[in-house]
């Protein structure tokens, strides 16, 4: 039975998170330099190290095929997701539809989904949420990249792949296929310097945040929009799909559970980054992180 006061708790944590941000901006703490430079070291430090650290675990090879159809699961996830969002928001600005379709692809799967899934699946549950993961690290730092900077020719793909992302998705999967163990004293270095991305990128949210003001954050269709599509439309869709083609009941619930986090925190930090609308993506970081307060519990049941 899963309890889904662990997901609610989750929600809360990184929400309560982003109000520190809130708090830091308004008082001086964090300006807009350091919030930029914290968005850098979060994509070229923090994030690669948590990355790599996520592939350092033993499995069994009984587990192999299971983590294969869920590879494939995940592929086509994002994959759909992309063609999704490529159709529904034609209608928007260019600058406003590079953000909606990113959070229709890329939700907060491993920023909150992983503290999920271990409490309610174990180390199992982060087993298989590495493997989801994979997919969407490798969409990432190739298409996510390309949304915001438009372009799309050979250098700017090898620019996307070789980047400190996704060379550490390579160097987690040799890890992971060939079970090879680092020293303690580097994993444990590594783990402990991943695990500050997560409030780093949740302090940099709300730093964004602070810069609107309340009317402004709740204004505007498009934010409910993609919230609506982000945390209902594609999980449901995702659970019907895999349901009528008789996936595992875990494979289908790890799926159905990490696509239906809120926005992923990265789509304010690849704004920020690469010049986007970062106040849109906080937006719409924020909201859905509030609304899935209500819709993952209610995700949870339905599985």
Known sequence: ??????VVNEVMVLFLIMIIGVYARKRGFMSEDLTKQLSHLLLNITMPLMIIASFHFEFSYAMLQNAGILFLISLGIHSVSAVLGLVIYYRYPVDVRSILRFITVFSNCAFMGFPVLESLYGRIGI??????????????????VMLFNGAKD??????????????SVFIGLILFIFSIRLPIPIIRTME??????IPISMLIVGALLADANLKGIFSGSSVYYGTAIRLLLLPLITLGILRLIGVPDILLAISVILVGMPAAANTAIFAETFKGDSLLASRLVAISTIASLVTIPLLVLLL
């Open 127 to 144: 087993f298989y949420g590495s493997i989801y993961v994979i997919s969407f690290n490798v969409f990432l730092w190739t298409y996510g």
């Open 154 to 167: 050979a250098k700017t793909f090898q620019k996307a792949v070789l980047n400190p992302g996704i060379v």
């Open 1 to 6: 039975m899963i309890n889904t006061n662990v």
């Open 192 to 197: 402990m310097v991943g695990s500050m991305t």
